[in-house]
């Protein structure tokens, strides 16, 4: 699958990879942390890291990986991330409520509009309400007139989405609302199968976030 520069309303551009298989997206955000905090651009390099991505979450699972078929498990994705970043990375179940002070915690504030320097990603398990489950990346989160916003780096149909939220309140996650892309060629899951109604939406809950310390 390919990345997929992003722009959206606060002035700042968000790099996001699809995902290769329907439950690849635990790797994809992998991916996005890792070369957002590395301030890697795809290319050769990308492409090789990539492979190593792969690479060490099928070590960590002891065999092969079948990411038509499997998910991945928060642990081990944490594991990966400690092999190509600085920082510790831990995974957390926490309580629904605690997840929007957690993540301003762990990626800060930005107020105003432009392009953000240094991010600090943080990775949301979301549970969909109908069912399932998905990984996702936010990489920033923005205030404006006193409500904060993330900016949700989605593999699936690789869309920044922006989605309100209050601490103290569960996070809440509508995919088929928030988003704005501007296609320039390319292809992700989105395109044959996009999100829609009641089955793209949920909150964080059984699954958690990934952070770095």
């Not at 070369?35 to 990539?50: R, S």
């Not at 205030?143 to 601490?167: L, R």
Request: charged content about 20%; glycine content about 12%.
């Amino acid at each position: 699958m390919a990345w997929f520069s992003r722009f959206t309303r606060f002035g700042d551009m968000h790099l996001v990879y699809g995902q290769e298989a329907d439950m690849s997206c635990g790797i994809a955000s992998v991916m996005m942390c890792v070369f957002k905090i590395n301030k890697i651009k795809p290319g050769k390099t990308a492409l090789t890291l990539e492979k190593d991505i792969y690479k060490k979450y099928e070590a960590a699972m002891g065999g092969a990986y079948a990411p038509e078929t499997t998910g991945t498990y928060p642990d081990k994705l944490a594991a990966i991330l400690n092999s190509f970043t600085t920082g510790t990375w831990k995974a957390e179940t926490t309580q629904p409520e605690s997840v929007p002070q957690k993540l301003v915690d762990k990626t800060g504030v930005i107020t105003g509009l432009g392009p953000a320097v240094m991010v600090n990603p943080v990775i949301l398990g979301v549970d969909w309400d109908l069912g399932g489950a998905h990984w996702v990346v936010v990489d920033t989160v923005r205030e404006m007139f006193g409500t904060k916003y993330a900016t949700i780096c989605d593999p699936w149909d690789t869309n920044v989405h922006i989605q309100s939220f209050k601490t103290g309140s569960p996070f809440l996650y509508d995919a088929a609302t928030g988003g704005f892309t501007i296609d320039f060629g390319g292809f992700s899951k989105g395109t044959t199968k996009p999100y829609k109604g009641n089955a793209a939406k949920g909150q964080v809950k059984t699954w958690g976030m990934i952070y770095r310390d």
